[in-house]
């Protein structure tokens, strides 16, 4: 059987279980916690979706992991839960996340989309100010509370978050299409910056 195949395998099986809790605790030992959590990243980074998420589980299940650590674990599956369309999972995934570390401002930020999108806006708007409030020089956080805000209909508000993204974000990355569609539609694009060069096109920007 391929690695594929069998990842895949061990993915049906995690998923099969349920969402891994700190009480799940297989042994390993700390150092085993830190070794496959270091394997789950290392596979989000390939897009190996499916061999992170068994290596997160791993991870999760040393009981050994720190608060800390433990919330990355939570937030990273999540995103790999997200990319394989397994949304339910991945929003318990950044409650955990959030639970375990309340600043980790990567799962309020994708927690908010995650509600933003379930149609739960209280709870979104609530992750959205709080991410904000922790990282205000992050463009991210006032990008996302844009989103939530424009799926409300507030734009007047929208257009202030969106602004502010734009001020705070690196140079060159207002091009990113699912930005620039964004910020065209509030009027923050100029001609010159409206479009990604033609020769070298620019990926839809992600929450990391």
Known sequence: MSGRLIAAACLAACL???????DDGVGGGAKEGSKQLAYGLRFMKARD?????????AAIRT??????????????RGRAL???RRPELALDDFTRAVTYWPENVKALRVRCRALTLKGEEE???ADCDQAVLLAPDDWRGWFTRGLLRDSRNERDLALSDFSNAKDRMPKGLETFPDVARQLRAYGLLDGASDAAPDTDPLPSWQEE
């Open 16 to 22: 099969l279980a349920g969402p891994a809790t700190a």
């Open 63 to 76: 009981h050994e992991l720190s608060p800390r650590h433990l919330s990355d674990a939570y937030y990273f």
């Open 49 to 57: 979706y499916p061999r992170a998420i068994v290596h997160l589980t």
């Open 123 to 125: 709870k979104a708007r």
């Open 82 to 84: 997200t990319r394989n």
